[in-house]
């Protein structure tokens, strides 16, 4: 088989400006790789780079052409374990131009099969998940507006970014208007240890979920000091990038939070999964602001999940492509009629 493969980088502007406690954004820069075989099948996977874990697009485009090769030079595209391992030894980090490539064979391998990815998976789409969709950072009046907004949209799950001075009122405020939704709240990483355990005390009054990554990743025993003294479960973000990351936390939160742009691949997402699960953690999948290029892969492993945070491409102006149907927040796989991960331009 005759592989053509090429990528692009694409700049698409947010619904509404993005704030979480350490910046603002106001587009996702990605960049989208595209498989093309001989017999017309196309696979298509999405690179969304953070800054924070030391990615940008001219990061992800400077190693694609290395990434490719190994493609290339494997020969099976199907050989999803090797090409993976080999993509790891070819580069080490650059998680998410190797999850670019890891999403477009997926897509490709499950195109040629005739099967959804979560079909090809073994999974069960009645287990599937409902996303949180995401109120970032603003002023209160505003987090509130938005609220109302995404309670209209149908979204029964909200997922609350804080770090501020003034978390509690942000909190109340709220709950006030959504008195019924399941509420979680994210830090990511703004509060010291004792300030995590005195806040949590006070939210644990809004009948929160749970807080995600309370304190810095590079402080791991103040993690554990908020974990053994937290008033609500503990969900680690920033602290769980990769497979090895799951031994680190496993006595240090309730929660493994993974994301295909931190771990590198679909196949590597699934191994720290099982790996969290062995350690007694509950599984959530969380995603940077990204298009269903990548979202639509991440979807396919929602029956695996507890939590499912993967309200990237909704959270998009505009998203050129098309994916898992997600009406209401309701991460749909049984009415995907398509084979892949269901990613497509309209
Ligand atoms: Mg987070």
Excluded at 40 to 54: E, F, K, L, R
Aim: glycine fraction near 6%; proline fraction near 5%; charged fraction near 25%.
């Amino acid at each position: 088989m005759t592989l053509a493969t090429d990528f692009e980088r694409r700049s698409l502007p947010l619904e509404y400006p993005f704030t979480i406690a350490r910046g603002t954004q106001t587009e996702s820069a990605v960049v989208t790789v595209r498989v093309e075989a001989d017999d017309g099948t196309i696979g298509v996977g999405g690179a969304a780079p953070s800054s924070h874990y030391g990615e940008t697009v001219d990061t992800v485009t400077a190693v694609l052409p290395d990434l490719l090769a190994v493609v290339e030079d494997v020969g099976d595209p199907h050989q999803l374990e090797r090409i993976e391992r080999r993509m790891r030894e070819t580069v080490r980090r650059n998680p998410a131009a190797r999850c670019a490539v890891s999403i477009a064979l997926h897509d490709f391998v499950a195109k040629r099969l005739d099967l959804p990815l979560y079909r090809y998976w073994g999974l069960d789409p009645s287990e599937s998940l409902e996303t949180s969709y995401t109120i970032g950072l603003d002023d209160t009046e505003t987090m509130r507006e938005k609220t109302e907004t995404a309670l209209d949209r149908g979204f029964s799950t909200l997922k609350v970014k804080l770090g501020t001075d003034r978390d509690v009122e942000i909190v109340e405020t709220i709950r006030s208007v959504a008195p019924d939704v399941s509420l979680f709240v994210d830090a990511n990483e703004a509060w010291t240890p004792r300030e995590a355990v005195r806040k949590i005390d006070r939210l644990a009054a809004y009948d929160l979920a749970f807080v995600e990554q309370p304190v810095p990743a590079e402080d791991p025993a103040g993690l554990r000091y908020v974990y053994e003294r937290a008033a609500l479960p503990i969900a680690a973000d920033e602290s769980c990038e990769t497979l090895s990351d799951i031994p680190q936390i496993a006595d240090r939160c309730d929660i493994a939070n993974l994301k295909l742009m931190k771990c590198g691949g679909l196949r590597e997402a699934k191994r720290m999964i099982h790996a969290a699960r062995a350690h007694g953690l509950e599984v959530m999948c969380g995603c940077m602001t990204e298009s269903n290029a990548s979202i639509a892969a991440a979807c396919h492993l929602a029956p695996l999940l507890d939590y499912a945070d993967l309200d990237g491409s909704l959270l998009l102006a505009e998203d050129p492509y098309d994916g898992v149907p997600m009406s209401g927040g309701e991460i749909d796989l049984a009415g995907l009629d398509r084979a892949g991960t269901g990613a497509v331009t309209e």
